[in-house]
């Protein structure tokens, strides 16, 4: 059987941990491969090639390595295919599905070769006589990710590709559950010109998670993942004294207002429910239906998605694959069990090989019950049906989450009120997946991010540096300098 190993010092290793865990096709239910588990001493030797290699990557001038970023996206570009490939053959997505996501992650390569211009500092001539004064921005040193199963090539560019401009070095922990496009993404950065030590990738679970969260030489941890994991990581990191930005899970809401055109509503509900399986961060989980929207917009849901085609990665005619695994699918299905009010039910297909389940629509559900207050992450779209606008604010505003949203509506003034309203970190009218492309940052809020700063864009330059402040005096040159120093012990004023 295939074995995935790990990356570490610019070589492919089977490391010192004897764990390993299986790698499913999802679109069999057949283990595919195996990949490593690593224990401390294999972090270890991650963080430590990272340690050493940091001192030569930061020294590399910031022209040099905006030119190592370029020749990266020139070959993630022309190896968009291959990424794919790895990406639905282990997640199960669709081909298309996977490629776009090799795009939006290609997007945060481009945003790092532009990195140079964020990296710039402030100066103040003169600010005191003789004395200028001026900011610079520095790498932290070797920072870690660590990445969900749903976006195994896209979620760790957001990362790396900053964090390496920037010249910290990289360790990363993807998802055990499709751990393979990271070792290509690895390869790539090696071809481009990314020194060995320089990004490192450690496969595994927990146990690794735990080695980086405590290693004293781990300065900053960017996590992506569920809202439980995201807690812990970033209580623990923080607590161990490390700069850390933590996204976790999400329930993402639609609000369709009376006026919304009803067929472009219920193309995106369909469109951003079901893409990918509703594995998706930013997926569609809730239709609001404001007012007498709700039975026409259920129809016009229930036909799209009875059109539907689900199939494996391998059917070119599929729009939805599998789950991930057995267990995810045998949950989410476990909440159709206990729904009333299913208007498509995609239980149908749990029988067939793989960890498929249909695309399933579910009615009038009660804000109180699991169906609406869990996140689901599967292709179950729920829809609450509410009176007013007002409700349907305070509907999204009193949900823990606070990812994405969207409103659906022809009223300019009611868009602008919603968006000045609602509590959220990212907000789409008449978009249904408000992903902000990569010169924003992602981010959301309440209980879907920990931290203080969104990843990506510009936001994520300024979690990859910190900023030092120079003030600087060269007296000798200068015509006004006084005479001669003299000693004072007063607070220095800047006059
Ligand atoms: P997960 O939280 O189970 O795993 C994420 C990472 O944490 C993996 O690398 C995993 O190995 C590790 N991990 C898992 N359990 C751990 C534990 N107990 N201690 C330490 N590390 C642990 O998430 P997942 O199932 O891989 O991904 C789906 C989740 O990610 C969903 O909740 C989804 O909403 C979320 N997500 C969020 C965003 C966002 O931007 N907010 C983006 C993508 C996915």
Redesign the pocket.
């Known amino acids: 059987m295939r074995e995935i190993a790990h990356w570490i010092n610019g070589a492919s290793t089977a490391g010192t941990g004897s764990g390993r865990l299986p790698v499913w096709d999802p679109a069999t239910g057949e283990q595919q491969a195996t990949v490593a588990v690593a224990d401390t001493e294999d972090v270890r030797a991650a963080v430590a090639a990272a340690r050493e290699a940091f001192p030569r990557w930061r020294a590399t001038s910031l022209s040099r390595r905006a030119e190592v970023m370029f020749r990266f996206r020139e070959l993630v570009d022309a190896n968009r295919k291959e990424i794919a490939g790895l990406i639905s053959a282990e997640h199960g997505k669709t081909v298309p599905d996977a490629l776009g996501e090799v795009a939006r992650g290609l997007e945060n390569a481009e945003f790092a070769c532009g990195a140079p211009h964020l990296l710039k500092g402030g100066y103040s001539e003169q600010a005191s006589t003789g004395v200028d004064v001026y900011s610079i921005r520095q790498p932290l040193g070797v920072v870690a990710g660590?990445?969900?199963?749903?976006?195994p090539a896209m979620?760790p560019m957001w990362m790396f590709c900053n964090a390496l401009v920037c010249g910290n070095t990289f360790v990363l922990?993807?998802?055990?559950?499709d751990p393979s496009p990271s070792l290509l993404l690895a390869d790539l950065l090696r071809q481009a010109g990314v020194p060995d030590g320089a990004f490192n990738v450690v496969q595994g679970?927990?146990t690794a998670?735990?080695a980086l969260l405590a290693d004293p030489d781990v300065q900053a941890v960017s996590f992506?993942?569920?809202?439980p994991?995201a807690r812990?990581?970033y209580q623990t990191g923080t607590k161990a004294g490390k700069r850390v930005q933590a996204?976790?899970?999400?329930k993402n809401h639609m609000v369709v207002l009376p006026d919304a055109d009803l067929d472009a509503a219920a193309d995106a509900a369909v469109s951003a429910g079901y893409g990918s399986a509703g594995e998706r961060?930013m997926a569609v989980s809730v239709v609001v239906a404001v007012g007498g929207v709700g039975d026409a917009l259920v129809d016009a849901i229930a036909q799209r998605v009875s059109k539907l085609r689900v199939g494996p990665a391998s059917d070119p005619d599929a729009e939805m694959g599998p789950l991930i695994t057995r267990e995810h699918r045998d949950r989410v299905a476990g909440y159709l069990a206990q729904s009333s009010h299913v208007v498509v039910d995609g239980r149908d297909l749990v029988d067939r090989p793989g960890f498929f389940l249909g695309p399933s629509l579910v009615d009038h559900v009660d804000p109180g019950s699991p169906l609406y207050r869990d996140?689901i992450?599967g292709p179950v779209l729920s829809v609450v049906r509410v009176d007013t606008y007002e409700q349907a604010v305070s509907l999204v505003n009193s949900n823990p989450y606070g990812?994405g949203v969207a409103i659906f509506t022809r009223s300019g003034a009611a868009a602008r009120r919603f968006q000045y309203e609602v509590v959220c970190g990212m907000v789409g009218v008449n978009v249904p997946i408000p992903v902000p492309v990569a010169y924003y940052s992602?981010g959301?809020w309440k209980g879907?991010?920990f931290g203080d700063l969104h990843m990506y864009g510009p936001e994520g330059i300024q979690f990859y540096t910190r900023t030092k402040v120079v003030t600087s005096r060269w007296p000798a040159d200068l015509p006004q300098a006084p005479a001669s120093a003299s000693v004072d012990l007063g607070f220095p004023g800047m006059r």
């Open positions: 660590i990445t969900p199963f749903n976006f979620v922990k993807p998802s055990e559950k679970d927990r998670v735990d992506v993942g569920s809202t994991v812990y990581v996204l976790g899970g999400a961060c996140e992450f990812n992602f959301g879907s991010l």
